[in-house]
């Protein structure tokens, strides 16, 4: 059997693994394919690309961009991107700079209550363009100012919390335009854990692909529930580990397997998406 893992991280975004770290698990684990979902970002594909390369896995760049329809805040996976489009690099950009200025924020929240942070304490530890809350809570961890990464979120960061900062999000509608025009595929991540299951038809009306229903925090109840409402709206079905590095001492990735057919179905779309715009150009 071949199996695939669509939803990981680097330290492009929150992730703490390089692409070459990533790329290593993946083969020591035995995946066939992997994507690259960075929050908000594609600037891990390009290495990612020949990480994979080398470990002889086939890689599909990807990005994992933070959406709302109306109040509900979503997040939109990406897949089969062109990781140079430059619409999609531009618009990325934007919500990029929403993420460092939140930063900037969510410090001068957490001096208000006395504790004294620099924000230029979590761009040097973030290094990245994409930064978010784990950098400042793994910032408050490095400066000794927390004893834990669950303590930073409890008492500042969690949304509700002091230091929580709302952050500008992209239309989902338009998320998934911007996906389409770069030449991927669009689909919602993690429908478990957000619970919003009331979108998914006008998502779906808008042109959405597919469904995360593997993921690393769906019960297996979760993912049957999930699989049901792919087949009623015929979506593809997608799954992932959400690896942000190590968890409870070991890599997370390799806690969803998903089963390639699910991948040759996704290119499957993309060919037929293809042949029917050529038609249309005709
Ligand atoms: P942001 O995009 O900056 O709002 O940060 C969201 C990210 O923070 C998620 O993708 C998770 O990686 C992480 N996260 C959210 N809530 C928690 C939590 N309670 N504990 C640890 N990490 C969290
Ligand atoms: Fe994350
Ligand atoms: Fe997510
Ligand atoms: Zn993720």
């Given at each position: 059997?071949?199996?695939?893992?669509?939803h990981?991280?680097?330290?492009?975004?929150?992730?703490?693994?390089?692409?070459?770290?990533?790329?290593?698990?993946?083969?020591?684990?035995?995946?066939?394919?992997?994507?690259?979902?960075?929050?908000?970002?594609?600037?891990?594909?390009?290495?990612m690309?020949?990480?994979?390369?080398?470990?002889?896995?086939?890689?599909?760049?990807?990005?994992?961009?933070?959406?709302?329809?109306?109040?509900?805040?979503?997040?939109?996976?990406?897949?089969?991107l062109d990781?140079h489009?430059?619409?999609?690099?531009?618009?990325?950009?934007?919500?990029?700079?929403?993420?460092?200025?939140?930063?900037?924020?969510m410090?001068?929240?957490?001096?208000?209550?006395?504790v004294?942070?620099?924000?230029?304490?979590?761009?040097?530890?973030?290094?990245?363009?994409?930064?978010?809350?784990p950098?400042?809570?793994?910032a408050?961890?490095?400066?000794?100012?927390v004893a834990?990464?669950?303590?930073?979120?409890?008492?500042?960061?969690?949304?509700?919390?002091?230091?929580?900062?709302?952050?500008?999000?992209?239309?989902?509608?338009?998320?998934?335009?911007?996906?389409?025009?770069?030449?991927?595929l669009?689909?919602?991540?993690?429908?478990?854990?957000?619970?919003?299951?009331?979108?998914?038809p006008a998502?779906?009306?808008?042109?959405?692909?597919?469904?995360?229903?593997?993921?690393?925090?769906?019960?297996?109840?979760?993912?049957?529930?999930y699989?049901?409402?792919?087949?009623?709206?015929?979506?593809?079905?997608?799954?992932?580990?959400?690896?942000?590095?190590?968890?409870?001492?070991?890599?997370?990735?390799?806690?969803?397997?998903?089963?390639?057919?699910y991948?040759?179905k996704m290119?499957?779309?993309?060919?037929?998406?293809?042949?029917?715009t050529?038609?249309?150009?005709?």
């Open positions: 059997m071949k199996f695939a893992d669509l990981l991280h680097t330290f492009f975004s929150d992730g703490t693994f390089s692409p070459e770290e990533l790329a290593g698990h993946g083969a020591r684990l035995g995946f066939a394919a992997m994507a690259l979902t960075d929050h908000d970002s594609v600037e891990g594909c390009a290495r690309t020949v990480a994979c390369d080398a470990a002889g896995i086939e890689f599909i760049p990807g990005t994992e961009l933070t959406a709302e329809l109306g109040d509900t805040e979503l997040h939109l996976l990406g897949y089969f990781t489009n430059e619409k999609l690099l531009a618009e990325i950009s934007k919500f990029q700079i929403v993420r460092q200025n939140r930063i900037h924020e410090v001068a929240a957490i001096n208000k209550l006395g004294p942070l620099e924000a230029e304490t979590v761009f040097a530890l973030a290094n990245c363009k994409s930064p978010g809350r950098h400042v809570a793994r408050l961890v490095k400066a000794g100012l834990n990464l669950d303590e930073a979120f409890e008492r500042f960061l969690k949304k509700g919390r002091p230091a929580w900062v709302p952050k500008a999000k992209m239309s989902a509608l338009e998320g998934m335009e911007l996906i389409h025009q770069a030449g991927g669009a689909v919602m991540a993690h429908p478990g854990l957000n619970r919003t299951d009331e979108i998914i998502l779906v009306d808008a042109g959405m692909d597919g469904i995360e229903c593997f993921h690393t925090k769906h019960s297996t109840a979760t993912s049957e529930r699989l049901q409402i792919a087949e009623k709206y015929n979506l593809l079905v997608t799954g992932g580990s959400d690896c942000h590095g190590f968890s409870k001492n070991k890599p997370l990735i390799g806690t969803v397997k998903l089963p390639y057919e991948v040759e290119k499957a779309k993309i060919a037929e998406k293809k042949l029917s050529t038609d249309a150009h005709r």
